[in-house]
Every structure is written in structure tokens, then in C-alpha cells.
């Protein structure tokens, strides 16, 4: 596994805790506008941690292949 593939993996894992934390923070009361920023901003976090995981894993697969 190249360095690339570890780095893709390590940004993926940064988004995905961080969108769970700020759905997290949701579980207070918070104002309605840092409700909606934290939801968008929470659930665009955990998707693209999502996406860049699979990116690395199709990558981290073709490169075995090869």
C-alpha cells in the first residue's frame, strides 16, 4: 500500500469523525441556524469521508492487481 493510499484513508477517517461529532453536537440545543450548519456541514463530512474511503480502497485494489 502506497503512501497515497494511506494518506486517502487517514483524511477519510478525519472527515467522518468530524461529521460525527458535529451530529453529534446536535444531541444539546442548539440555535436553529447551527442546527442547519452542523447537519449540512456534519452530513457533507461523513459522505466525503465516505466517497474518499472507497476511492482508496478501489485504488489500494487496482495497485494489487497491477
Known amino acids: 500500500m502506497s503512501w497515497q493510499i494511506l ?5 477519510a477517517a478525519v472527515l467522518a469523525l468530524v ?5 453529534g ?7 436553529e441556524a447551527k442546527v442547519y450548519a452542523f447537519r449540512m456541514i456534519g452530513i ?4 466525503g469521508g465516505a466517497v474518499l474511503a ?6 489500494w ?3 494489487a492487481e497491477g
Open 54 to 59: 472507497m476511492s482508496a480502497t478501489a485504488m
Open 7 to 11: 494518506a486517502m484513508y487517514a483524511v
Open 25 to 31: 453536537a446536535l444531541a444539546r440545543p442548539r440555535s
Open 44 to 47: 457533507m463530512a461523513l459522505a
Open 19 to 23: 461529521g460525527i461529532g458535529l451530529l
Open 61 to 63: 485494489q487496482w495497485s
